[in-house]
């Protein structure tokens, strides 16, 4: 027992935290490596996850640039991270499904599980919901607290390293490709735009649950060779001409397009690809949607916004990942280097994803 004036021993663990915003991304260290406290189980339904891989991505771009920072008010400094897979380190009293050492991917949000739209399935969508990384303390550390409603368990085939990146933006492809496939029938056509983090997920998605026609678009040569890499023929350089070069590869237009880009002049090329009836799927932020709205109903055009999946298709993807049905090419640093992989993201020098490996 404890004297009175003896104080409990603190552990402390390496974390990577934001301290201040940078518009432009010119800082050599936009953040820092601190020593914090590490997590603990204070409730029943706790869970601590020993971080595998943290995924980087262009949200966290976004919320060093301070973008986020009118949405969500979060304090500096704090945390990054929201793409996140490892082993169960410790949980509450009330946690059945996992154990200690159980193998973990992580659904970005914290959520109450009793609200109208947890009760529909629709995690995202929950009013009280906490989303790490962004508006609380992340995963880019070596433990990772969360809830038992977050956590899956990860087929034996499958490593918290390799599969981190599906937690946020992988899920995100997959939600936007499954709204997609089910409406995308033999003889149908969808373009591809952007071949990157998401778009090579979305595209392999897509090939699983659908037989409709699948066309990449990107400005990137490197990109377009990792589509063919992936089995894709019909790979078409981005840019001002790409939209008429898609309309005469399918007569009148495609069916759907998804937008991974979503920045600069992308969303009206992506509405110029598309015949009558045709679907514009926004995964990509930035830019602006504007649509005359006499083109919208003599052309029957639809425009969807898509977010993050939910837990169920969380599960799904990791049933498709284990069967090796998608692949996810990625890029490891060490959880020091964090400053040199977002620089590497910036400068547009990675192949697939970047994960964060304490």
């Known amino acids: 027992m404890l004297k009175t004036d003896q104080q409990p021993r603190i552990h402390t663990m390496k974390a990577v935290r934001l301290h201040q915003f940078d518009k432009d991304l010119k800082r050599s260290n936009l953040v820092e490596i601190d020593d914090v406290p590490e997590p603990t189980v204070r409730k029943q339904d706790d869970v601590i996850v ?56 992580v659904h970005p949000l914290i959520t109450d599980g009793t609200c109208p739209e ?3 399935g629709e995690d995202m969508y929950c009013p009280n919901g ?25 087929p034996p ?33 969808v373009v591809i735009l952007g071949f990157g983090g998401l778009g090579h997920i979305a595209a392999q998605v897509l090939r699983n649950l659908c037989a409709a026609q699948i066309i990449i678009v990107d400005t990137s040569e490197q990109a377009l060779d990792l589509a063919r890499e992936c089995g894709f023929t019909n790979c078409l350089p981005g840019g001002n001409a790409a939209a008429e070069t898609v309309r005469q590869l399918c007569t009148s237009g495609v069916d759907a397009v998804m937008d991974f880009a979503g920045e600069k002049e992308t969303p009206e090329q992506c509405m110029s690809m598309l015949r009558k009836g045709g679907t514009y799927y926004v995964v990509g ?36 990942a284990a069967r090796e049905e998608v692949k996810l090419t990625t890029t490891t640093y060490r959880l020091d280097q964090v400053n040199e992989a977002i620089h590497d993201l910036i400068a547009g020098q990675l192949t697939g994803r970047a994960v964060l490996v304490p």
């Open 285 to 320: 932020y930035g830019g602006i949607v504007s649509v005359p709205s006499i083109d919208l109903i003599f052309d029957e055009l639809n425009v969807v916004g898509t977010l993050v999946g939910n837990y169920t298709e969380l599960c799904e993807l990791m049933i498709l």
């Open 157 to 189: 085939e499958l490593e918290p390293k390799d599969v981190a990146p599906y937690a946020d933006g992988g899920l995100t492809a997959y939600r936007a490709a499954r709204k997609a496939a089910e409406t995308m029938k033999p003889g149908m056509s």
């Open 50 to 105: 020993r971080i595998g891989g943290a995924g980087l991505c262009r949200t966290d771009l976004h919320i060093i640039k301070g973008n986020w920072n009118s949405k969500v008010g979060r304090p500096l400094p704090y945390i990054l991270g929201h793409e996140n897979a490892g082993w169960v380190h410790d949980v509450g009293d009330g946690v059945k499904h996992v154990k200690p050492g159980d193998p973990v991917i």
């Open 118 to 120: 947890c009760r529909r």
């Open 130 to 154: 906490r989303f790490p990384g962004i508006t609380h303390d992340g995963g880019f550390a070596e433990f990772f607290p969360t809830k038992q409603r977050a956590v899956i368990k990860l």
